[in-house]
């Protein structure tokens, strides 16, 4: 299955006391259409994935979402760097059902952003999801189809 998301100009998390939030954004430069959202802490030139999620209409789930005190203190007490939100808009083709192909494109977000390492918080936004270190070393013969460090999500 091919699948097509067309990413928009992320929206920068700023501080939401003004609004009696943790963190706000201008909800108007968030597409009202579905896809996924990744809320990240940007570090430098490093980008980290700290929380991803999908919508069938992606301003209406932020805003939930920016209400959400759980999460947002999960989002604060990440380490260091400023937080924004990355927004994906799915672009389905004839024949997709909407549902499936975001839980797919979410499943798939999930599990990349584990296994680059990142400390990604579970849907109740209040713990890391559990993963394992695979470190491998000996013959190098296996270096073809897998790479020489992995992180996985753990099973429950």
Known sequence: MEISLKWVKPALLRDGKKD?????????????EPGIYVFCRKHGDSVEA????QAENIRKRIEQQLNSVELM???????????LMLIGVLETKRGQRQDRVLDIVEDAYIRHA?????????KKGIRAIPVHK?????SRDYRGPFPPNMIVEAKL
């Open 20 to 32: 009696k939030l943790i963190y706000t954004c201008d909800l108007d430069d968030v597409p009202d």
């Open 50 to 53: 700290l929380y991803v999620g």
């Open 73 to 83: 203190m999960g989002l604060k007490q990440s380490d260091t760097g400023s937080r």
């Open 114 to 122: 584990l296994g680059l390492g990142h400390a990604l918080l579970n």
């Open 134 to 138: 695979i470190e491998c070393n000996g």
